[in-house]
């Protein structure tokens, strides 16, 4: 079984750019999430879909972020503009609908310089 | 609101020596699960264990160990005989049960920096 696939592994932006990533989540998994770490903190909560619909998003930083997942399987989360605060690591995660199995991608790293 | 405690942000110990690492959790909830991740230096969150709330057994898996206590809040992490390959950051969490089974949002600690020196 593929794990949960996340694209580009790492992205260098400048300051007012805009970047997308990807989440691809293993088959069949209704729940994706996305998290995010800053330099130094903890792990945040961004927000969760059930197949298409946003559940949760109440972690999203500000309107800047765009998170989609259209037709239920991979999801974008789209920074524009980026700003240099948005640099971090960008997780991925997902988990069938009922029970248990939470994955987690390997990540994108993004630097905004 | 849940809150996941780790207060050693950066542990170095020589190979072979043992090491635990602290958690400290907060939580209203009456049912919800509690997980350790590493994350080596290549960046991926690698799942190590998880352990509901109303399961207090202590578990052993190889080097590793985890001491839950309810008492205490705590899910204190023991890596034994240290080795080199364990140099990585750990995540302490922390997630409320959903209703229809499974768990929601998982809340990180900030994680401890793991270094061992060979």
């Known amino acids: 079984e593929a794990g949960v696939t996340q694209f580009p592994s790492h992205s260098v932006i400048e300051k007012g750019q805009t970047v997308t990533l990807r989440c691809d989540p293993i088959?069949?998994?209704?729940?994706l999430y996305w998290y995010r770490r800053v330099m130094g903190k903890e792990i945040k909560f961004l927000l969760h879909?059930?197949?298409?619909?946003?559940?949760?998003e109440s972690g999203m930083p500000n309107n800047r972020f765009l998170a989609e997942r259209t037709g239920g399987t991979y999801s974008t989360l789209k920074v524009q503009p980026a700003e240099l605060e948005d640099s971090g690591v960008y997780f991925c995660?997902?988990?069938?609908?009922?029970?248990?199995?939470?994955?987690f991608g390997s990540g994108t790293r993004l630097t905004v310089v | 609101a849940q809150k996941v405690t780790q207060a050693q942000t950066e542990i170095s110990v020589v190979e072979k020596e043992d090491v635990t690492l602290d958690c400290v959790y907060e939580?209203?909830?009456?049912?919800?699960?509690l997980f350790w991740y590493k994350q080596p230096p290549s960046g991926e969150l690698v799942f190590l264990i998880r352990?509901?709330?109303?399961?207090?057994q202590n578990e052993i898996s190889g080097r590793y160990s985890w001491n839950f206590q309810k008492s205490t809040s705590s899910f204190n992490f023991t890596i034994t005989a240290s080795q080199v390959v364990d140099s990585a950051v750990y995540f302490c969490?922390?997630?409320?049960?959903?209703?229809?089974?499974?768990?929601?949002?998982?809340?990180f600690g900030i994680g401890t920096k793991l270094q061992v020196i060979p």
């Open positions: 995660a997902s988990s069938p609908r009922q029970g248990f199995g939470y994955t």
């Open positions: 088959s069949g998994h209704d729940n």
């Open positions: 879909f059930v197949k298409e619909s946003k559940q949760d």
């Open positions: 939580t209203r909830d009456t049912t919800y699960y």
């Open positions: 352990r509901n709330s109303f399961d207090e």
């Open positions: 969490a922390l997630s409320e049960a959903a209703s229809t089974g499974g768990y929601q949002k998982v809340t």
